[in-house]
DNA sequence: TTTATATTGGTAAATTTTTCTGTAAAAGTT
DNA sequence: AACTTTTACAGAAAAATTTACCAATATAAA
């Protein structure tokens, strides 16, 4: 981070709110010229400050307007996680899925096309993994906010 | 989404893994030329299939290593709500808010730079919001998964 | 079958990306 | 202080991509 002056911020701050933005117009905003941008932005990215761009689908058009955040916790802790883990990681549905501190071993966030389909995930993927304890569903009615952006 | 078919679906396939993909190489991975593929892109621009071209940053690298999930009750429900969804919104340190279904009211992603600064958050800015009730933080240990493409 | 509509392929102009060269300021060395 | 090295920027040219346009083809509807 302490090689990033206050111009790589500016543009990581663009690039977070508007990927297609073109090195033009970055410039121009950052009065500078093309060049001294261009080469900035490369550097980021080899530097891989900027891990990937990604395109960013609405969720009901694409017919997964069901959101849901999953809680489980594993009956015998350490010896079944990496398997869990594994298992995670092949499943559609599970969109992030982090191991946390606390009480609950993993919060997951589930999206999928209704309720029925939440069901079966629940009863015929999900469970089917070995040595799951507890399982608790906390279905998102609205998304008040979603930020892809870091504040820096 | 009965508006797409298989190859607007793979496009936007595409587009989530890696939106820099250029018109050429998308055209030359469905065995199409450039004109079809163009075309439909600016269609799903259009349709709003996709919301946004973002850039992800590399949350360490930005010093945003601290992230915690946190679940807000509100003291007194309905009334509250409003100016609590308000005040949410101008907190640069909640990455995403979610209204959700049974005991809790909210489930907040927040994402900052050490414990202290998360600290001072809960502390100085979340807990000076009015009527919270219960307040519960889950620390991310380790990020298992995360994708932001949805299995189309 | 005919007409209308949508989709595709090909081309060319406009724009952007990428590379290259030169200059100036800053930092480090002798 | 003089010299080298490094770094950042500007400008221009080359390469590639985006964008607009038109003709040809396929698809659906009348």
């Known amino acids: 981070m302490e090689t990033l002056d206050e111009i790589d911020k500016s543009i990581l701050r663009e690039l977070q709110k508007n990927a297609k933005i073109t090195t033009k117009e970055l410039a121009s905003k950052l009065n500078l010229t093309i060049s001294p941008?261009?080469?900035r932005i490369k550097r980021l990215e080899n530097m891989k400050f900027i891990k990937?761009?990604?395109a960013i689908l609405d969720k009901n058009l694409?017919?997964?307007p069901f959101t849901s955040y999953c809680q489980v916790s594993m009956r015998y802790h350490e010896e079944y996680i990496d398997k869990f883990e594994e298992e995670i990681l092949k499943l559609d549905e599970v969109q992030e899925c982090y191991h946390i501190a606390g009480q609950i071993d993993f919060l997951l966030k589930i999206n999928v096309g209704s309720i029925d389909e939440?069901?079966?995930?629940i009863r015929y993927k999900l469970s089917k993994i070995n040595n799951i304890?507890?399982?608790n569903s906390a279905f998102v009615l609205k998304e008040i906010k979603k930020t892809y952006a870091y504040n820096i």
Chains 1, 2 share one sequence.
């Open 37 to 39: 941008v261009y080469e």
């Open 52 to 54: 990937e761009y990604v």
């Open 62 to 64: 694409v017919n997964k």
């Open 118 to 121: 939440y069901h079966d995930f």
């Open 133 to 135: 304890g507890l399982l």
